[in-house]
């Protein structure tokens, strides 16, 4: 297995949608990402293989998460830090606020020795949310106003996703990953929102170090435990969960939009003492005409000390 780092440099604004059609986020789940990959590959005939190899562990990706030049994002681990300075509450409150580090200053940041503010200026400058306002059509009615919110990346930065893979694996994902480029990622596609272009370059060092390390570990990735491995993971656990949900987006699923199954997982970012293989579950709710996955497998990265 290799390891690369998949950087998503966007031409267009984005709307990565985790609820209301006025907002839009600077990231991608995995699952998220496995849903357009596999939607792209049934237009080659490859999606059966892409589901193989993510089942079977060939294939192993992250959430997509906020790069500036070089420097690499990662979530803050979900986790009880112990620090020296104690009873300062305006720090308290920024490393609450604070989402995501630098792959770099994991070390650091674990060691309780860490300056929020480091991170949050990197991240502020990352890019800027904005509204378009549009008019939805409808016959014999007045025209109904809506806003969409809007992410644009500022030139530098972008989104990446870590992605562990066989040569097979390699090789398949570049193909899709051109060919969702040119259709783009996220929401309003339609509109020519989220298209990129993606370089694959070797992961960093200090990541490569920690990936799969350890005894405590992060999922990097949005992840939810097979039933059989759910007491397991549960011990000793530090976690936040969300609910994924939304409709189904294959034209052949249904003659009419139909949503899919809620799933609660585990955030990226959730620390976990025994680990587990996760799985990609079908989330169809049987009134379709064929499955419907959600990617849950964790992506493990190492915050022992060191």
């Known amino acids: 297995m290799n390891t690369y780092f998949y950087r998503l440099t966007f031409k267009t604004p984005v709307h990565f949608g985790h609820g209301r059609l006025s907002g839009s986020s600077s990231g991608i789940f995995a699952d998220t990402l496995f849903s357009a990959l596999f939607t792209e590959a049934l237009g080659t005939g490859e999606a059966e293989k892409l589901l193989e190899l993510a089942k079977n562990g060939g294939l192993i990706f992250s959430d997509l998460f906020p790069y500036s030049f070089d420097t690499y994002f990662i979530p803050k681990p979900i986790m009880r830090i112990q620090t020296d300075k104690k009873g300062d509450s305006s720090l308290k409150k920024k490393f609450k606020g604070l989402t995501h580090i630098p792959v770099n200053d994991i070390d650091e940041y674990i060691c309780g020795d860490y300056n929020p503010d480091k991170a949050a200026k990197k991240l502020h400058g990352i890019g800027k949310g904005s509204l378009r306002q549009s008019v939805r059509i409808v016959e014999d009615h007045d025209n109904e106003p809506y806003s969409v919110g809007l992410f644009t990346f500022t030139e530098g930065c972008g989104l990446y996703f870590v992605a562990a893979v066989t040569d097979d694996a390699k090789e398949l994902l570049d193909r899709i990953m051109t060919a969702l480029s040119l259709t783009g990622i996220g929401g309003k596609r339609s509109s020519g929102l989220g298209k990129f272009a993606f370089e694959r370059i070797n992961a960093d060092d200090v990541f490569k170090k920690r990936l799969g390390a350890g005894c405590d570990a992060m999922s990097l990735s949005i992840c939810l435990p097979k039933e059989s491995e759910l007491e397991s993971a ?73």
């Not at 799933?263 to 064929?290: M, P, Q, W």
């Open 234 to 306: 549960m011990t000793g656990a530090t976690f936040e969960t969300v609910r994924r949900s939304g409709f189904v987006g294959s034209e052949t699923y249904s003659d009419t939009s139909l949503r899919k199954r809620d799933l609660y997982c585990f955030r990226a970012g959730s620390v976990f003492k025994n680990r587990f293989d996760g799985d990609i579950y079908d989330v169809s709710t049987g009134e379709g005409r064929h499955p419907v996955y959600r990617y849950a497998r964790p992506m493990w990265f190492s915050v022992g000390r060191r």
